[in-house]
């Protein structure tokens, strides 16, 4: 039990003096989660506010798929993208394995059904509500489409925290795809793992609550950008 | 409130850019597959940076069990191999896959338990003691992940005369590294086998007073080999090759040899260099 104390006081140490390794880990968790999130934001929300926005053939069934893709298994996505980037694999020339970008690839995976499916969701909802008012007052096709469009931001917010959230705490794609290898590819989370098996459990309790410290920091900003 | 978020901004940007963009540079470094025990002891951090000063080769290494190690090398995602499974090395030499296999160092296997030692394994021969433990159906943690020491583990189950005890409550397999299985097996206050470099730095994180202590040892079934192996390039054509066996020398030629040896953790050393 002691250790969870001693981990609560070394994450304050570890971040105040400024330790090389935990800021590298912290460094390559934000770049990671940097890529991933661009990645799948700018593809998820079209694609999401196309889904949600009016029906059309097939839409329950592809909603469908990216339903049952909510609960990839980020190992199993680590093994695939794996498969792919391997030097044997197809697209192993890009030279992707054990780099930042590489595990992007897969975090990208792990996000784009979130923000696509909660994007979709909060899309339905709006544009049913408005599109009867909107309708009722004279606005034409375009001003309602860009209307909803403007009045999903909140939902759409919601789902990118949802995604980061998701994507800034897996372990099994940083593990397999990024190797855990120390300055370059070592995430939050793979370090957390690594003293876990080493045995260092208050270093572990430290990184985590580091790692906590960064997700208050994103709310905070997510919150700012809410509220205006 | 926008102020706010320029400056949150701003902050996300410079640290972006604080350490630089590795992405596909690939000169001058070598990537390696190890096991853990290498890394977990430290001793990888102890000798990568004399190697860089000798050779200016950046060494970079990726921990996990000798199953999955050789199995990054078949696949040519990595250089070289450093790691623990004699038999299995020797095959994966003979099938191609790697070529230059030099021995590097060893340290051995204890077999470690409570010291109340409920099966009373304590001072026994290797194959007494594993038949002491399923007798009395004592608590024996396994990796059960492939990795060399598992390996080694069913090899003296093996020649014990039973085999892998399988869907037994005694066996535990955790499918963990080294001192994840020992933590395990001390909170279940039961045995398992480990290499004594990884018991002696559970001791040393243990404050010099583990809850677990080596019963058997001093068998020569229990030697742990480590090798270095580079990868076949007859196999793996974009594989760095030279720089593959220039950490292969390195590692066999005295001064490193005599610096592995004088790698100690609670005074005790963890691995003894036999390269020559």
């Known amino acids: 039990m002691e250790f969870i104390a001693e981990g609560f006081v070394k994450a304050v140490v570890l971040l105040l003096q400024g330790d090389a390794e935990t800021w590298s880990a912290i460094v390559v968790t934000l770049r990671v989660t940097m890529l991933s999130m661009t990645a799948s934001l700018l593809l998820g929300i079209p694609l999401g506010f196309l889904l949600g926005y009016q029906p059309f053939a097939g839409r329950r069934q592809i909603r469908m798929v990216v339903d049952t893709l909510l609960f990839l298994p980020t190992v199993f996505v680590g093994l695939l993208v794996y498969a792919f980037i391997s030097s044997r694999g197809p697209l192993g020339e890009a030279g992707l394995l054990f780099t930042v970008p590489g595990i992007a690839v897969g975090q990208t995976i792990l996000a784009l059904p979130i923000v696509m499916s909660l994007a979709a969701s909060a899309t339905e909802e709006t544009a049913g509500r408005l599109r009867v008012t909107l309708m009722s007052l004279g606005a034409n096709r375009r001003q309602l489409f860009l209307t909803s469009l403007w009045e999903t931001r909140q939902g759409i917010v919601a789902a990118g925290l949802v995604a980061c959230g998701r994507v800034m705490t897996e372990v099994g794609i940083s593990m397999m795809v990024g190797g855990n290898i120390k300055w370059h590819t070592r995430t939050i989370t793979t370090a957390i793992a690594l003293e876990t098996n080493k045995g260092l459990f208050a270093m572990g309790i430290a990184l985590g609550m580091v790692l906590m410290v960064i997700a208050f920091s994103v709310n905070l900003g997510a919150m700012l950008l809410k509220r205006k | ?276």
């Open chain 2, 1 to 276: 409130m926008r102020n706010a978020l320029k400056v949150l901004t701003l902050m996300l940007a410079v640290l972006m850019f604080m350490v630089p963009c590795y992405a596909g540079d690939t000169d001058g470094t070598l990537m390696m597959a190890t096991t853990t025990s290498t890394d977990n002891t430290g001793l990888l951090d102890y000798l990568a940076p004399y190697f860089e000063k000798d050779t200016g080769i950046d060494l970079r290494w990726t921990a996990v069990g000798t199953g999955k190690a050789l199995r990054l090398g078949q696949n040519c995602d990595v250089d070289v191999l450093l790691v623990h499974a004699p038999p299995a090395e020797k095959q994966y030499v003979a099938d191609g896959y790697g070529i230059n296999r030099l021995e590097v160092m060893y340290n051995d296997f204890v077999i470690i338990g409570p010291p109340s030692d409920p099966a009373g394994v304590a001072g026994k021969s290797v194959t007494a003691a594993m038949k002491a433990i399923a007798e009395a159906q004592a608590v024996f943690a396994s990796r059960g992940d492939d990795s060399g020491t598992n390996k080694k583990e069913i090899t003296l189950w093996d020649n014990a005369g039973m085999g892998v005890p399988e869907k037994v409550a005694w066996y535990r397999q955790t499918g963990q590294g080294m001192l994840a299985t020992i933590n395990i097996a001390a909170e279940q206050s039961a045995y398992t086998m480990t290499d004594r470099g990884t018991y002696i730095k559970y001791s040393h994180n243990a404050g010099g007073n583990p809850p677990l202590n080596i019963l058997v040892e001093g068998d020569d079934i229990l030697k742990n080999q480590y090798s270095v192996i580079a990868v076949n390039p007859a196999n793996c054509s974009d594989v760095n090759f030279i720089d593959a066996m220039t950490f292969a020398k390195w590692l066999t030629r005295t001064e490193t040899q005599e610096r592995i040896g004088a790698f100690e953790l609670l005074g005790k050393k963890l691995f003894i260099p036999n390269a020559h």
